[in-house]
Antibody, heavy 125, light 108 residues
Framework: EVQLVQSGAEVKKPGESLRISCKGS????????IAWVRQMPGKGLEWMGI????????RYSPSFQGHITMSADKSISTAYLQWSSVEASDTAMYFC??????????????????WGKGTTVTVSS | DIQMTQSPSSLSASVGDRVTITCRAS??????LNWYQQKPGKAPRLLIY???SLQSGVPSRFSGSGSGTDFTLTISSLQPEDFATYYC??????????FGQGTKLEIK
């Protein structure tokens, strides 16, 4: 079964560092990009960025660039999302998702076909 | 970045109704449009990709259409399990792959 398993809920104080994880199984982890998506309480989905575990190439949304770091350890099929200093505004659910790729004629289609269950992050003093 | 706008933001309907949700892109995105369903406390679920292709395992009452800037998601006959929030997402060119703000489908 193809799945992404995310790490458990985190409670942090402002200014602390944090790293959450997303472990893939049931497929070739190094061949698919992994995206991270934020959902603040009661709000919609926000696309944060994407990483290719094969070579750790990353692409960040401008809204999140400089505040987060994405990384991956292909030896253990795990992607990471980390903060050097969390803020109260980082309180949210974070999802990882596999980016699927389909080529039809000259067109390259991308979509998120497998999702982790999410990691809840709470930042409070 | 490309902006995605969904309408309506919320919608009340009854079991058996035909429902249509609209998504508009700020620039043409050809058919690079996906639809997801999310239930409270759960991860999103892919319904439609490439504007009109049904993801494996998704009931055929869901369908997508459109190209360029205007897209629709249609549920032909609402079932109780369809009450959820629906998001469109563009995946044109390079990231970011922005989402619409969501449409909450509620029971009338």
């Amino acid at each position: 079964e193809v799945q992404l398993v995310q790490s458990g809920a985190e409670v942090k104080k402002p200014g602390e560092s944090l790293r959450i994880s997303c472990k893939g199984s049931g497929y070739s982890f190094t061949n698919f990009w992994i995206a991270w998506v934020r959902q603040m309480p009661g709000k919609g989905l926000e696309w944060m960025g994407i990483i290719y575990p094969g070579d750790s190439e990353t692409r960040y949304s401008p809204s999140f660039q400089g505040h987060i770091t994405m990384s991956a350890d292909k030896s253990i099929s795990t992607a990471y999302l980390q903060w050097s200093s969390v803020e109260a505004s980082d309180t949210a659910m974070y999802f990882c998702a596999r980016r699927q790729y389909l080529r039809v004629s000259w067109y390259d289609y991308y979509y998120m076909d497998v999702w982790g269950k999410g990691t809840t992050v709470t930042v409070s003093s | 970045d490309i902006q995605m706008t969904q309408s309506p933001s919320s919608l009340s309907a009854s079991v058996g109704d035909r429902v249509t949700i609209t998504c508009r892109a700020s620039h043409s995105i050809s058919s690079y449009l996906n639809w997801y369903q999310q239930k409270p406390g759960k991860a999103p679920r892919l319904l439609i990709y490439a504007a009109s292709s049904l993801q494996s395992g998704v009931p055929s009452r869901f369908s997508g259409s459109g190209s360029g800037t205007d897209f629709t998601l249609t549920i032909s006959s609402l079932q109780p399990e369809d009450f959820a929030t629906y998001y469109c997402q563009q995946s044109s060119n390079t990231p970011p792959y922005t989402f619409g703000q969501g449409t909450k489908l509620e029971i009338k």
